[in-house]
């Protein structure tokens, strides 16, 4: 990655003239220094979640790591707090892959495939990383239907008021492992209707 970012900035700096060039190149070190230490905070909240699953749910150390790892990846790529997948996936499955609900529910995030037939049309929904995808894209989608009201989107999701709040507080306890800005991030506003 840090060569990668030295041929860009070497790239722009031929084409930005040899003052702006240079400056370029002193920036480059400095960005791939700080992605690399967003890669290693994410790494240890990766295993701190995993340790947590691990220790209060049961889950295998292997697998734990496994969902920790999906659960940051959705959370990234969907711009969701991973404290509020986690509280997600502890309330609808407890952890438990092959969790099976109403209306067909299934998987960690206990997604219903009659409901969201497009998306999961060929997807192994007691597959960890496919279900946390496909329950954090149709997550996405209600926030984004609900203008940003993270709290309305959680009643999308579980279908009620009180399935939201039950979600917002448990996002609450995951929280610390993310830092002290994921407390806020987790924060649902369900107090509005």
């Known amino acids: 990655m840090s060569r990668l970012l030295w041929l860009a900035a070497l790239t722009l700096g031929a ?5 702006q060039g240079a400056v370029a190149q002193e920036r480059a070190p400095e960005a791939a220094q700080q992605d ?3 890669s290693d905070a994410t790494t240890e909240a990766t295993h701190q ?7 209060k749910f049961g889950v295998a150390r292997e697998k734990a790591e496994q969902i920790s790892a999906a659960v940051m990846s959705a959370a990234s790529k969907y711009s969701l ?3 509020l997948l986690l509280a997600i996936i502890s309330v609808e499955s407890r952890f438990k892959e092959k969790a099976r609900g109403a209306n067909g529910a299934t998987g960690l995030m206990q997604v219903v495939p009659t409901a969201h037939k497009q998306l999961v049309r060929h997807i192994d929904l007691t597959e960890a990383t496919a279900n946390i995808e496909a329950g954090s894209a149709i997550l996405h989608g209600y926030v984004q239907s609900a203008r940003g009201d993270v709290g309305a989107a959680l009643k999308s999701y579980g279908g009620s008021k009180a399935y939201a709040e039950k979600v917002s507080l448990r996002a609450k306890a995951f929280a610390p492992q993310f830092g002290s800005d ?6 649902t506003e369900t107090a509005r209707d």
């Open 81 to 83: 707090p991973p404290a």
């Open 49 to 55: 979640v995993s340790r947590l699953i691990s220790q």
């Open 36 to 38: 690399a230490a967003a």
């Open 15 to 19: 084409a930005l003239g040899p003052t």
């Open 182 to 187: 994921a407390a806020a991030d987790a924060d």
